[in-house]
């Protein structure tokens, strides 16, 4: 069953900056079950509310009770099954699929759900004018090549705890 739930989407202030912060989709945020990167998300969205500096755009997967939390200077989008819930989810997963079988290789046709869920991070940045992206825990970089022409790639951070190949060109990859 796809559960749709609707972004409330707030007005943007034009002196704050807009930072994404997209998870690995492992855990909800708010931190309600836990992970060390949820509740470090968590934490930097509560302090934000009380200092009102930016406007954080937030992904992550979804649960009952995380929803339940409203925050006014963030925007958390929720996935279930690596799709996006809203109604433009369903869209963006057709479109994809429409776009990977028509026109890439058949060799290529099977891909991971990073792919997809990477395509929905740059319809997100996107849409709302990210001015930074923070990738939390990325464990395919090259995958995130496409986001690169949302913002410079001076302004795209990944944060990472391990690699799991732990090979040294996933490390030379980190520009910051």
């Known amino acids: 069953m796809l ?12 002196n704050k900056k807009t930072i994404a912060l997209f998870s690995t989709l492992s855990f909800p945020i708010p931190a309600v079950c836990g992970g060390g990167v949820e509740t470090l998300i968590t934490n930097l969205i509560d302090v934000n ?16 009770t995380a929803c339940k939390k409203n925050y006014h200077n963030s925007d958390i989008y929720y996935f279930k099954n690596g ?4 109604p433009v989810g369903l869209f963006l997963y057709i479109r994809w699929r429409y776009y990977r079988l028509r026109f890439k290789k058949s060799s290529q046709r099977n891909t991971t759900p990073m792919d997809f869920i990477t395509y929905q991070y740059r319809y997100i940045a996107k849409r709302e004018k990210v001015d930074v992206i923070v990738l939390e825990n990325p464990y395919r970089l090259e995958k995130f090549a496409a986001l690169k022409d949302i913002v410079s790639e ?13 090979n040294i060109i996933d490390r030379q990859a980190i520009p910051n």
Not at 3 to 14: G, N, Y
Not at 83 to 86: G, H, K, T
Not at 154 to 166: L, R
Request: hydrophobic share 40%; glycine share 2%.
């Open 49 to 64: 509310e009380e200092l009102n500096q930016v406007r954080f755009l937030v992904s992550s997967k979804y649960n009952k």
């Open 154 to 166: 001076e302004n795209i951070y990944y944060h990472i705890h391990w690699t799991e190949s732990g």
């Open 83 to 86: 799709i996006l819930l809203s």
């Open 3 to 14: 559960v749709l739930i609707e972004v409330t989407m707030k007005k943007r202030d034009a």
